[in-house]
């Protein structure tokens, strides 16, 4: 729900735990959908952005297929990032 409503608070406990992987997958990502919304155009006539903003944003389309690919990026390299898991020390393994 945090997401969808542009409220980037709630990834901060996963950035925190895991920086290294996380963060440049998010980083990505949010190129990507500025990238994306900036080629197609889009105009955003609030000072938010989320699901709520749909019905202000000029070539809406545009936005969701911005968002969406940004989202799936962003996904697709932290589940790829977390492959090359780091080795944890102190705490035996269960």
């Given at each position: 729900?945090?997401?969808?409503?542009?409220?980037?608070?709630?990834?901060?406990?996963y950035a925190?735990?895991?920086?290294?992987?996380?963060?440049?997958?998010?980083?990505?990502?949010?190129?990507?959908?500025?990238?994306?919304?900036?080629?197609?155009?889009?105009?955003?006539?609030?000072?938010?952005?989320?699901?709520?903003?749909?019905?202000?944003?000029?070539?809406?389309?545009?936005?969701?297929?911005?968002?969406?690919?940004?989202?799936?990026?962003?996904?697709?390299?932290?589940?790829?990032?977390?492959?090359?898991?780091?080795p944890r020390?102190?705490?035996?393994?269960?």
């Open positions: 729900m945090m997401g969808a409503s542009f409220i980037t608070e709630g990834a901060i406990p925190v735990a895991d920086p290294l992987r996380v963060l440049p997958a998010c980083i990505l990502g949010s190129m990507l959908a500025g990238a994306l919304s900036m080629t197609f155009g889009c105009q955003l006539l609030a000072p938010h952005g989320g699901v709520f903003v749909i019905p202000l944003v000029g070539n809406w389309a545009g936005y969701l297929v911005a968002i969406a690919a940004g989202a799936l990026l962003t996904a697709c390299l932290v589940a790829g990032l977390k492959r090359f898991a780091r020390t102190g705490l035996s393994q269960s």
